[in-house]
């Protein structure tokens, strides 16, 4: 099995250094073939911008083999060429935007198959804002003021991305509708990476992650360690 690197959010303004520069370290190195998914971006046309910007930041950051793939419903998430890209890969990213359009357009294709093959040998996969709340069993759907099923990656977990701002006012109202579930508040600039051994996670980046679980809340900040 591989890892998982959720972030909340402001993927690209320079500060997610830490935990990315993490992910290429996890993924093999800078050589390693890195697949940018943009689908969450797609909703308002925005994935073009959006995966460029990616493929810009990883690159920066030394790695040599980033692409943003033409990866924007369900019908490119059917295209045989775009599967067999994404289960080569060993980063594979998904970037921000609108959550409920993401899960709809990675559902039960041959892409979203092939990454959970990826992940099975070893693969990191990542995701900012959006891209981090559809990997767990519920997302918050900001759009359509309501819950909704996620991909399941991460069972008995809801994230909720840029937490200092919105995130925040999100747990108060989710908290009586998941009992039982763990609500994981994520600081934009931060990003949390199940690195640690033994299914420990290490938090990376200037903000901090914040726990809702039976009744308490827990915080944890730049090198801390957590379990989920």
Sequence with gaps: MGYLLLEGGAEFGGE???PDRRAI????GVAAPVSI???AAAADNNHQRAGQNAVRWFRSLGATRVTSLPLIDRAS???AEIAEELQKSRLVYMLGGFPSYLAQG???????????????DGAVVAGSSAGAMVLCEYFYDPYAGMLKAGLNVLPGCCVLPHHEHAGKDWAE?????????????????TGMIDDAGDGAWVVYGKGAVTLYRQGQVEHYTQGSTLRL
């Excluded at 370290?25 to 093999?28: D, K, N, R």
């Excluded at 109202?173 to 763990?182: D, H, Y």
């Design 16 to 18: 997610m250094a830490l």
């Design 25 to 28: 370290q996890l993924a093999g």
């Design 37 to 39: 998914i943009p689908t």
């Design 77 to 79: 998430a059917s295209r």
């Design 106 to 120: 990675l559902r039960d294709t041959p892409a979203w198959q092939a990454i959970l093959l990826a992940y099975a």
């Design 173 to 189: 109202r989710l908290l009586p509708e998941l009992p039982g579930v763990t609500l994981i508040g994520i600081d934009e600039r």
